[in-house]
């Protein structure tokens, strides 16, 4: 009988202990990667239906996060409660004093209790998201397994902004971008709310702004060409639904930096109330994309007025300790001509230098101006790099999107910096080289391990400057991007590898890029549960026939009558007849790149042999200049030095209704013996409707075959 029972006993044993070893097992390599994450072997803690968070004051927001977490990916909400000493289940504490940063977090897994320490909320809010990617999607119970993690960010100021101007995003829609923010750490949330395109927030003061500014009558068809559609298009966000995004991105942790760009990107506040520019109009919002000539009037003091009634509105809705007033892109044709600003240059007794213009000073003084407006409320101001053109304040914060040299400049300059380079961190760029399988946006091309090199730290700063670089941002654009399930697209999962440069390590050599998808593949899940729109690219690399197949110019001496422009040189000569094809991105060494000189290549077949037919490719990328060649010819030689023309082919010039792209030519004639070939490939001058009107057209030329 005694003996039965323990065998009883032993083999229950053995039935519990495979049952805890089946559980669905937590994970807590999760996005951003902690800094230090330690195991211990114990027995894990089983988060079961029963499991109570418990929560110090001040916390209870926090815990019912966490609840409502394990409801989504369990089907279970966890029981809430006031922390009173318990010692079994999952307790969240505030320690400050354990912490010497703020944002910080400790979670201590044991046998019976996951306790969360945070240095303050948001620490705490930081933990809970990591406990949140760690869970398996299953039902409970679920074990986690027994250890420590400590976690902290590199960087205090942790951003992504989003232009819900060329493109209205809703309330709801942003709400969601707050959301993906929380789960990816980030603290900040860049809120581009005035555009040439159109005017995003009620201000009282000013009904206008809204009731005009904020729609267009129609949008450019493709990239900026001549032909419109005739949609009105707009929105905008009244000062209470503003508050109600404010609290709910405080609710999580997230700071939402409002931006009035000025004084250039302002058209739409023009054509609301013409005044506000150096000719009086008449202004529409505009329905095309880049950079508008209008501007404010820098020497109209109704016009500066105007800049301050709007300010303070802002920071009546947004407690931010930082607001963003732009100062990218403005032109100064109009302050130029303009008899007030004109006028304000000699009453400020502005000269012009060596370096600036008389109008770059003048955009100083209306930052500045405008810097003390929002400092004499205890705030500070962010500008993007361009403000660095004259003498800004040292107070402002420079926000560096023209690569990282303004940022490296600002540092040395004593700015804060916050590092948002278009060369790594513009995410309206394309993820794939193929744009043909992909949603259609701005051009270039940035796939997610090309985020992941990102050095935020730039070598050229000593330590002591490189204290200068309090964050890291990314932007997206939404020229191009249409709805908000774009936008999805085109943040994740760029955001995840900026999370982990911003949270984790801003040192690119010490990321593991391939450890770092293998993270991120739960995170899709996590995606696909939330039903974000993310790119796949990462999971399974494409591959491409990235080969032409051998032919009479493969590998053969090459040499260039013309040099290509020394940014697009890549190489050499060697790269038209490698074998290897470039794709759409032109900056990728495959291509090379002419402007205002014809391509034009000798190749020596190194014998005489007999050609019918030569084939090139060339990119069209409308927006970045290059179209498509106007002209090509072949011509023979057998000595290298008296050479014949046996083909030629005119190219019409591509439209703004032609797609971009990687396009193939194709020259056939009669059968030619001969040693050396000559291949000369013309270019277009920009048409009448292109923004570079009157300038040559680049080319870019790749793989030269011939057979
Ligand atoms: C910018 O991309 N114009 C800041
Ligand atoms: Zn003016």
């Known amino acids: 009988m005694m003996r039965k029972h323990v065998i009883l006993l032993f083999l229950m044993a053995l039935l519990l202990s495979a049952c805890t070893e089946q559980l669905p097992q937590a994970n807590y390599d999760v996005i951003p990667l902690p800094k230090e994450v330690k195991r211990i072997e114990a027995k894990p803690f089983t988060l079961r239906e029963q499991t109570v968070v418990y929560y110090e004051e001040g916390l209870h927001r926090e815990a019912q996060f966490l609840s409502e977490y394990v409801n989504d990916l369990m089907g279970y909400p966890l029981a809430t409660t006031p922390f009173n000493g318990e010692t079994d289940g999952i307790v969240l504490r505030l320690v400050p004093d354990d912490f010497t940063q703020a944002e910080a977090y400790d979670i201590t897994i044991t046998p019976h209790q996951v306790t969360l320490k945070g240095s303050d909320p948001a620490g705490v809010f930081h933990g809970v998201q990591t406990l949140r990617k760690s869970l398996p999607i299953a039902h409970l119970p679920i074990a986690l397994p027994c250890g420590q993690i400590h976690d902290w960010p590199s960087f205090a100021y942790r951003a992504m902004h989003l232009d819900p101007c060329r493109h209205f995003m809703d309330l709801d829609s942003v709400k969601i971008y707050i959301d993906m923010l929380a789960l990816h750490n980030m603290n900040q949330f860049h809120f581009h709310l005035s555009e040439d395109q159109g005017w995003r927030i009620e201000i009282k003061k000013y009904p206008e702004l809204t009731r005009v500014g904020a729609y267009r009558n129609g949008t450019v068809i493709g990239r900026n060409g001549r032909l419109y559609d005739t949609i009105r298009h707009g929105g905008f966000y009244t000062q209470e639904q503003l508050r109600e995004l404010v609290q709910y991105a405080a609710e999580r942790h997230v700071n939402i930096i409002p931006e009035i760009d000025l004084p250039g990107h302002m058209q739409a506040a023009l054509a609301s109330y013409p005044w506000l520019g150096c000719t009086g109009g008449p202004y529409e919002v505009w329905k095309r994309w880049g950079v508008s000539d209008d501007v404010l009037c820098a020497g109209n003091e109704p016009t500066m007025q105007f800049v301050e009634d709007v300010l303070n509105e802002v920071m009546d809705i947004f407690p931010s300790p930082y607001i963003h007033i732009g100062g990218d892109e403005c032109p100064k044709v109009r302050w130029e001509r303009c008899p007030k600003c004109q006028a304000k ?58 690569g990282t040299e303004g940022g490296i400049e600002a540092a040395r300059r004593g700015h804060d910096v916050i590092m948002a380079p278009a060369s790594h961190l513009y995410f309206d760029y394309y993820q794939s080289e193929d744009p043909a399988t992909e949603p259609s946006c701005v051009g270039g091309y940035l796939p997610v391990s090309r985020v992941y090199e990102f050095r935020p730290l730039p070598r050229e700063l000593t330590p002591e400057q490189q204290k200068h670089i309090i964050g890291v941002q990314a932007n997206i654009w939404t020229e191009y991007i249409t709805s908000f399930h774009h936008v999805e697209y085109m943040a994740m999962p760029r955001m995840d590898a900026l999370a982990e440069i911003q949270w984790n390590n801003p040192d690119p050599e010490k990321r593991d890029f391939d450890a770092f998808v293998e993270r991120c593949r739960h995170m899709a899940e996590l995606y696909d549960l939330y039903h974000y729109n993310y790119a796949k690219q990462i999971f399974s690399p494409q591959v491409y026939t990235d080969t032409v197949a051998p032919n009479l110019a493969t590998h053969k001496p090459i040499y260039l009558r013309e040099q290509p422009n020394e940014q697009y040189a890549s190489t050499g000569a060697t790269v038209l007849n490698d074998g290897e094809m470039g794709r759409i991105a032109y900056t990728s060494g495959r291509w090379l790149g002419f402007w205002g000189q014809p391509l034009d290549a000798v190749i020596d077949l190194e014998q005489t042999a007999t050609l019918n037919h030569v084939r090139f490719r060339a990119l069209v990328n409308k927006g970045a200049w290059i179209y498509n060649p106007s002209h090509a010819s072949v011509l023979v030689s057998d000595d290298g030095e008296n050479f014949r023309e046996v083909a030629q082919l005119d190219i019409p010039i591509t439209t703004w209704l032609d797609k971009d792209g990687n396009f193939t030519y194709e020259l056939t004639f009669e059968p030619v013996a001969a040693r050396f070939v000559e291949v000369i490939i013309k270019d277009h001058m920009l048409p009448e409707d292109h923004d570079g009107y009157g300038y040559p057209a680049w080319i870019f030329v790749d793989e030269i075959e011939i057979n």
């Open 345 to 402: 240059i000699k009453e400020l007794g502005i000269k012009a230098d060596e370096r600036f213009s008389a109008e770059d000073y003048l955009q100083s003084y209306v930052m500045n101006r405008m810097a003390k407006v929002v400092e004499a409320r205890g705030r500070r101001v962010i500008g993007w790099d361009e403000i660095l053109d004259g003498n800004v304040s040292e107070t402002a914060i420079i926000m560096s999107w023209r």
